[in-house]
T-cell receptor
Framework: RKEVEQDPGPFNVPEGATVAFNCTYS??????FFWYRQDCRKEPKLLMS???SGNEDGRFTAQLNRASQYISLLIRDSKLSDSATYLC???????????FGGGTRVLVKP | DGGITQSPKYLFRKEGQNVTLSCEQN?????MYWYRQDPGQGLRLIYY???????QKGDIAEGYSVSREKKESFPLTVTSAQKNPTAFYLC?????????????FGPGTRLTVT
């Protein structure tokens, strides 16, 4: 089993709709979690950290479910500019070595 | 502006040649990292460094070497021993390797070896 797994998609989303997707992780000792956004042929950029209580940043909501070992990202009122690959990133318990998922591709269409 | 710079953006080399990729940061971060990304794949850790003059192998270190002589700089050499060097190389930095600090990435170098 991969340490961090994501549905590669693509998720085809009508503009204005809501889309949500999950990421599962295998190490129950993982301590911190992030969502990064990567545009085509660009570097990943931090979208948001994921806190135990869940957190929201504008149209983006991240949740952590430790019992089932997954994190989720929900995008409301999707914009064309939200089209990107969303990388799930998990920090192992020891040190700050991040493990990246393969990414979920989201395509927002008019 | 604070950030991470990588140069060059595109690099072409002949098989059998060593090549060095540059990474510089002015964020005053202690930790620096090198990743490789292949088309449609996630990032894989090559090497990382927690402090000057110290570095550790990541998951795919074979065929690569690094140095960390200055806090700001963490160059990566892709040697001729690396069997599939063509890839997108990303450098990152974070405040520390302890705790839960997010990493920030440079714009990357696309290396093509023929």
């Amino acid at each position: 089993r991969k340490e961090v797994e994501q549905d590669p998609g693509p998720f085809n989303v009508p503009e204005g709709a809501t889309v949500a997707f999950n990421c599962t992780y295998s190490n129950s000792a993982s301590q911190s979690f992030f969502w990064y956004r990567q545009d085509c042929r660009k570097e990943p950029k931090l979208l948001m950290s994921v806190y135990s209580s869940g957190n929201e940043d504008g149209r983006f909501t991240a949740q952590l479910n430790r019992a089932s070992q997954y994190i989720s990202l929900l995008i409301r009122d999707s914009k064309l500019s939200d089209s990107a690959t969303y990388l799930c990133v998990v920090n192992k318990a020891a040190g700050n070595k991040l493990t990246f998922g393969g990414g979920t591709r989201v395509l927002v269409k008019p | 502006d604070g950030g991470i710079t990588q140069s060059p953006k595109y690099l072409f080399r002949k098989e059998g040649q060593n090549v060095t990729l540059s990474c510089e940061q002015n964020l005053n971060h202690d930790a620096m990292y090198w990743y490789r990304q292949d088309p449609g794949q996630g990032l894989r850790l090559i090497y990382y460094s927690q402090i000057v003059n110290d570095f550790q192998k990541g998951d795919i270190a074979e065929g690569y070497s690094v140095s960390r002589e200055k806090k700001e700089s963490f160059p990566l050499t892709v040697t001729s021993a690396q069997k599939n060097p063509t890839a997108f190389y990303l450098c990152a930095s974070s405040m520390s390797t302890s705790g839960n600090y997010e990493q920030y990435f440079g714009p990357g170098t696309r290396l093509t070896v023929t």
